[in-house]
């Protein structure tokens, strides 16, 4: 329906239905979105902190499910517990948002750390998981040929993981990418706004406009589409790969 309405003329949009229009109007509604609904800006926004985010998810997180899962300690044991209630413990944006706010974060460092942290949890579950089914001999193995831990983990476990990383940054990239309350808090100027955002203030401003609104969302949720279209045979892979054992 979104896809259909946006090639619609302003009357036809409004019906919200899926009948084919009765003219195309591909080129003017797609242009004026484009001129006025701030899409690229919105787009190179998002992508630079979608990237950053997921980047500093998976090298966190896979070093941290690592050394979680192997040192059993009650150190460990307890910094388990806490992953597994930020699982079910939602982040309060508004505390969050004051403590950036007393140490003067930048803004869009300030939505950066806060979405990591957000889907942090989830992220080391994950690893951890498949963590589990890689034998401990290869790690006394890599010891006994003189690897130290740094080596250990990113010259052999890390490669191992593979279908766990493509699995979290197809997961952790839709999450970022689609973010919307976190944004609108921290990113509170329009340099600054991701994609979702711009949906969200061209709609204000043309909120009768449907086929122009269509037209925006369609292009907004095109990349990400594109990238779970490309991707999404790892995600079962990579999510059940750990689940027989452990």
């Given at each position: 329906?979104?896809?259909?309405?946006?090639?619609?003329?302003?009357?036809?949009?409004?019906?919200?239905?899926?009948?084919?229009?009765?003219?195309w109007h591909v080129l003017e509604n797609y242009k004026e979105m484009f001129i006025e609904g701030g899409i690229l800006r919105g787009f190179l926004n998002s992508m630079g902190i979608t990237v950053i985010c997921v980047l500093l998810l998976v090298l966190l997180c896979s070093a941290m499910a690592f050394v979680l899962q192997r040192k059993?300690?009650?150190?460990?044991?307890?910094?388990?517990?806490?992953?597994?209630?930020?699982?079910?413990?939602?982040?309060?944006?508004i505390p969050t948002y004051f403590v950036c706010n007393f140490f003067h974060l930048p803004h869009v460092l300030a939505?950066?750390?806060?979405?990591?942290?957000?889907?942090?949890?989830?992220?080391?579950?994950?690893?951890?998981?498949?963590?589990?089914?890689?034998?401990?001999?290869?790690d006394e193995s890599?010891?006994?040929?003189?690897?130290?831990?740094?080596?250990?983990?990113?010259?052999i476990i890390f490669p191992l993981l593979q279908p766990a990383t493509i699995t979290a940054i197809i997961i952790n990239f839709m999450a970022v990418w689609n973010d919307f309350g976190i944004s609108i808090y921290f990113l509170n100027s329009a340099r600054n706004y991701t994609l979702p955002l711009t949906i969200y203030n061209f709609f204000g401003n043309h909120s009768s406009d449907w086929q122009l609104v269509f037209a925006?969302?369609?292009?907004?949720t095109l990349p990400v589409a594109i990238v779970y279209l490309i991707l999404q045979?790892?995600?079962?892979?990579?999510?059940?790969?750990?689940a027989v054992k452990g």
């Open positions: 329906m979104v896809v259909i309405n946006s090639f619609k003329d302003r009357k036809e949009a409004a019906m919200m239905n899926i009948k084919l229009p009765s003219s059993k300690s009650l150190f460990s044991k307890a910094i388990n517990m806490v992953v597994i209630f930020g699982l079910v413990l939602p982040v309060q944006i939505a950066v750390l806060v979405l990591v942290v957000a889907n942090m949890s989830f992220t080391v579950f994950l690893y951890t998981g498949f963590i589990k089914s890689i034998p401990l001999e290869i890599a010891w006994l040929d003189g690897a130290g831990q740094v080596q250990l983990f990113f010259r925006n969302v369609v292009l907004s045979k790892y995600i079962i892979s990579g999510m059940t790969a750990g």
